[in-house]
């Protein structure tokens, strides 16, 4: 079954505690992103990566960091939370060239306190 | 850079048809796409227009204008469960996907 795979599901957290959410995809695709969701925001892309060691900045990058060393794995890490990065979370894959249907993960709900 | 404006809320009654709107400005993209996202769940793919014109599949369809930068989502026989939140999504030449602030849908019996 093709599949995007976010964990964790839900976490809550302290200001200034590193954390990591994990995000694999089975299904071979070059191109990842990852987006944060806010009431009355829409989806705002964070960071995308176009294939294995390639990535690029979104539209909100700032206070993240992402790696992509493997091409199913593109993990997205917050050094420094803050308490407004409280937000939901998705990850999503494409396959690129044009064929835009985008598989999204089953969502992160992060709160930082 | 590329934007993407669409209404945020529109209200339907079940049976009914409604139609979404969305006008966008980009420098260049591959087409047009719509998801749906029901409350707390994922964004789902709906549909694609690389082309003018309208492409149909079941009760849904999406229509593309490039040279109005214009398009829509027309939902027919609207049931209960199409109540979610509706987005129109740019396939970037980059292929970078940007959404649109999103439509929430909601059809009242």
């Known amino acids: 079954e093709a599949q995007v795979t976010q964990n964790p599901r839900y976490l809550i957290t302290v200001t200034g505690k590193k954390l990591t959410v994990t995000c694999s995809q089975n299904m071979n695709h070059e191109y990842m992103s990852w987006y944060r969701q806010d009431p009355g925001l829409g989806l705002r892309q964070i960071y995308y990566?176009?294939?294995?060691?390639?990535?690029d900045k979104g539209d909100v990058p700032e206070g993240y960091k992402v790696s992509r060393k493997e091409k199913r794995n593109f993990p997205l890490i917050l050094e420094s939370p803050s308490p407004n990065q409280t937000s939901l979370y998705f990850c999503?894959?494409?396959?690129?060239?044009?064929?835009?249907?985008?598989?999204f993960g089953q969502g992160t709900r992060l709160t930082v306190v | 850079g590329q934007s993407l404006e669409q209404p945020s809320e529109v209200t339907a009654v079940e049976g009914a048809i409604v139609q979404i709107n969305c006008t966008y400005q980009?420098?260049?993209?591959?087409?047009l796409s719509w998801y749906q996202q029901h409350d707390g769940g994922a964004p789902t793919f709906l549909s694609y227009n690389a082309l003018d014109g309208l492409e149909e599949t079941g009760r849904f369809s999406s229509f593309l204008s490039r040279s109005d930068s214009y398009g829509y989502l027309l939902l027919q026989e609207l049931q209960m469960k199409d109540s979610a939140s509706y987005f129109c999504?740019?396939?970037?030449?980059?292929?970078?996907?940007?959404f649109g602030g999103g439509t929430r849908l909601m059809v009242k019996p």
């Open positions: 990566s176009m294939n294995v060691e390639v990535t």
């Open positions: 999503a894959s494409h396959e690129g060239g044009g064929n835009t249907e985008a598989f």
């Open positions: 999504v740019l396939n970037n030449a980059g292929n970078m996907l940007t």
């Open positions: 980009t420098s260049g993209f591959y087409g």
